[in-house]
């Protein structure tokens, strides 16, 4: 075996030379090798390892190697209780942690038959949102930036930083918020916060379409991601692509629409949907998303209700912490909870949001004690990188770098 | 309900041997088959022109620790047609600790089953490429198992070579 090789393991070796590949090279150079991307690549968005077996400059077989950054999440999460996995979360897909929380508690409400009330709900709507805001900038950012334009990131991530400080404002943290609790949020929106939520979508719009002149007027950015990674529409179904990678190769698929949940049924948007399925399809959807989630954000602000952001339910739902010092019953609760926790009936539920990455979701199985017995997380992320080898096959290298950062994979996500 | 009534009607006409074990929790669906069956169960459902379920969003275990069919293999299959999921379960027993893969299937399926097995051990007959998914090769043990321990085992991951 070639001496660089010596790190790849004999068997991915293997898988990699059995794929079968229908490609083919005119003029042969006759040098077939096989190149080690990753996991440290500046352009792999982490920890993502990819092996690519090569004929001249195109790639006949790829085949990536995750788990370089298992943590385990789902063992640790059958090991303790239900509120105790909701730090937990933000470090699933790292860009988007509000929308994790959503998602948790969500499935864990779900288990345990609670309903939230709906000033939660609409505050779970608004950050989720933003969550998908922050993480398309993110993405077009980088991706940009893969591809050679760097003045974009620079921009959408100044973006980013405005909707950091809101993060600051309604939960006091910027990055891991763990904002959401089982039976609603942790704390109520404060009206600073939300004035400046308005104040930021308003001047989000104008920056937007910036941001947007900047990269679809680049004719190297274009010229190189357009017509590349084409995945057609029954591949995309077939290779479990989800959120704006199915949607961009023409499904019409958006779990916001098609089994609504928190109140995503009283909202007016539209599903943006393209049907190229090439990077820069995948590019123009995320920029449309970011539209219909302003609209969405800015609907919500108007509809918000007045009223309570827990549920009042003392034996399943925490009490909040000042209550705690100064009131008995609640000392009482509160332990109960902590120590064995919240007990949902014996079950099984599975249930999915449309995160920023495409869907979310959450297997629980409850034997009715304080932790969960299995816990399967749906992660998005996974299942994009699982259509790499396809999306790459017959391409250059220069192009696996813009097909890696158009499905925009998080590892945090994907290896769990 | 309708989805579900026309789901259990279509299986139970096309497999009239087979006895499912139905489930309804939440207004979740759940089939409980014989893991004999599942690649033509899987396969039917995904090619009746009424039910298309397309879309494989999840392959996943549960281990029950002491029971007698010590595991259960999940899938939550999707269909874009009826807005509707279905999950399918078959039950594994550790004394014959294998299934047949549903890659032909759906394509998705493949790191799905490979995950499985990766965490739970649980081998898929007819697997293109059944490697570890997460774990390194050299690894021996399969971390969900409820007898693997919290903590890891101390020495089970080689250190890398200078």
């Not at chain 1, 939960?171 to 942790?186: D, E, L, Q």
């Not at chain 1, 952001?309 to 399943?316: E, R, S, V």
């Not at chain 2, 774990?135 to 198992?145: C, D, I, N």
Request: glycine share 6%; aromatic share 10%; proline share 5%.
């Amino acid at each position: 075996m070639d001496k660089d090789l010596k790190d790849v393991h004999p068997k991915i070796i293997q898988a990699l030379l059995d794929t079968e590949t229908d490609i083919t090279v005119e003029d042969a150079l006759e040098n077939e090798m096989v190149l080690n991307m990753g996991p440290q690549h500046p352009a792999t968005h982490g920890v993502l390892r990819l092996v690519l077996r090569l004929d001249g400059e195109t790639i006949v077989a790829c085949v990536p190697d995750l788990g370089y950054l298992h943590r385990g999440y789902e063992k640790l999460a059958e090991n303790m209780s239900y509120y105790e996995f909701i730090p937990h979360t933000d470090r699933l897909d790292y860009i988007s942690p509000m929308a994790n929380n959503v998602a948790w508690v969500l499935a864990v409400e779900k288990l345990a038959g609670l309903e939230v009330p709906e000033r939660a709900q609409y505050i779970r709507m608004m950050v989720a949102e933003l969550a998908r805001i922050t993480s398309h900038l993110v993405a077009i950012g980088s991706f940009a930036m893969d591809v050679g334009a760097m003045t974009v990131f620079l921009w959408t991530l100044r973006e980013r930083e405005k909707v950091m400080d809101i993060w600051d404002m309604l939960c006091g943290a910027r990055f891991t918020n763990s904002y959401t609790r089982i039976g609603g949020v942790a704390n109520d929106a404060p009206p600073e916060a939300l004035s400046r939520i308005k104040w930021f979508i308003e001047q989000f719009e104008e920056n937007l379409v910036e941001c947007e002149k900047l990269i679809n007027t680049n004719r190297i950015f274009v010229d190189r991601v357009d017509g590349i990674g084409v995945i057609s529409k029954e591949d995309a179904i077939s290779l479990g692509f989800s959120g704006p990678n199915l949607r961009a190769s023409g499904v019409e698929y958006d779990i916001r629409r098609a089994q609504p949940y928190l109140q995503y049924d009283q909202i007016d948007f539209n599903v943006p949907t393209l049907t190229e399925g090439d990077c820069l399809a995948r590019y123009f959807l995320r920029v449309e998303e970011m539209k219909e989630s302003t609209k969405i954000v800015k609907q919500v602000l108007q509809k918000m209700p007045e009223g309570e952001t827990i549920l009042n339910k003392p034996k399943k739902v925490l009490p909040h912490k000042t209550e705690i010092y100064t009131k008995m019953e609640e000392l009482i609760h509160d332990f109960m909870i902590v120590n064995f926790g919240i007990n949902p009936p014996v079950g099984e539920i599975y249930h999915a949001i449309e995160g920023s990455k495409g869907e979310l979701g959450f297997y629980i199985v409850s034997k009715g004690e304080g932790h969960p017995w299995k816990c399967k997380i749906r992660s998005p992320s996974f299942n994009n990188i699982q259509s790499l080898p396809t999306l790459v096959k017959g391409q250059m290298v220069s192009d696996v770098v813009a097909i890696i950062g158009s499905i925009d994979p998080i590892m945090g996500e994907a290896d769990k | 309900m309708e989805t579900a009534e026309l789901v259990l009607q279509k299986l139970k006409n096309e497999f009239t041997s087979i006895d499912f074990e139905v489930s309804d929790f939440r207004n979740e669906l759940t089939l409980k088959l014989p893991k004999e069956n599942i690649v033509e169960i899987c396969s039917f459902i995904k090619t009746d022109s009424e039910l298309e379920f397309v879309y494989c969003e999840d392959i996943t275990a549960v281990d029950w620790a002491k029971r007698t069919n010590r595991f259960t293999v999940v899938y939550h299959i999707y269909s874009f047609k009826n807005n509707f999921r279905i999950r399918l379960k078959a039950d594994v027993d550790e004394s014959d600790c294998n299934i047949d893969s549903v890659c032909s299937v759906w394509k998705a399926a493949n790191w799905q089953e490979r995950e499985t097995y990766d965490m739970y051990g649980i081998k898929f007959n007819n697997h293109p490429d059944l490697r570890r998914m997460y774990m390194p090769e050299e690894f021996e043990y399969h971390p969900l198992r409820k007898d693997f321990p919290l903590m890891g085992i101390p020495g089970s991951i080689p250190l890398p070579k200078k």
